[in-house]
């Protein structure tokens, strides 16, 4: 069972950066595909990245060209960098592992982390 942690939240205007990390608890991260997901107010939940362990990597087209997901397998970690965000990506960002990332999807597995809220003011 692995456990995620989310940070790297908050509130920014409209056109700046944020950077999401999620951290894993345990030494098989390496194995995971990792998938970043998003829950906008008075929506469904949506997978918007994510990243296989072989490195591929899928985007939903309202984030492609302004995010980028990454991993650090000796760090347990996986990262969203997010730029020229918009009022519309205002939502509570998950990582998730033990799904399945392909260049045109991703499916969620069991494992969530607890979520990270990203506000974006205009």
């Known amino acids: 069972q692995v456990q995620l942690a989310e940070s790297g939240g908050g509130l920014v205007q409209a056109g700046g950066s944020l950077r999401l990390s999620c951290v894993a608890s345990?030494?098989?991260?390496?194995?995971?595909?990792m998938g970043w997901f998003r829950q906008a107010p008075g929506k469904e939940r949506e997978s918007i990245a994510g990243?296989?362990?072989?490195?591929?990597?899928y985007y939903t087209d309202s984030v492609l060209g302004r995010f980028t997901v990454s991993r650090d397998n000796a760090k347990n970690t996986a990262f969203l960098q997010m730029n020229s965000l918009k009022v519309e990506d205002t939502a509570v960002y998950y990582c998730?592992?033990?799904?399945?990332?392909?260049?045109?999807?991703?499916?969620?597995?069991?494992?969530w982390g607890q979520g990270t809220q990203v506000t974006v003011s205009s």
């Open positions: 998730n592992a033990g799904g399945l990332v392909t260049r045109t999807g991703s499916v969620a597995g069991n494992f």
């Open positions: 990243i296989g362990f072989g490195g591929i990597t």
């Open positions: 345990e030494g098989t991260f390496g194995r995971y595909h």
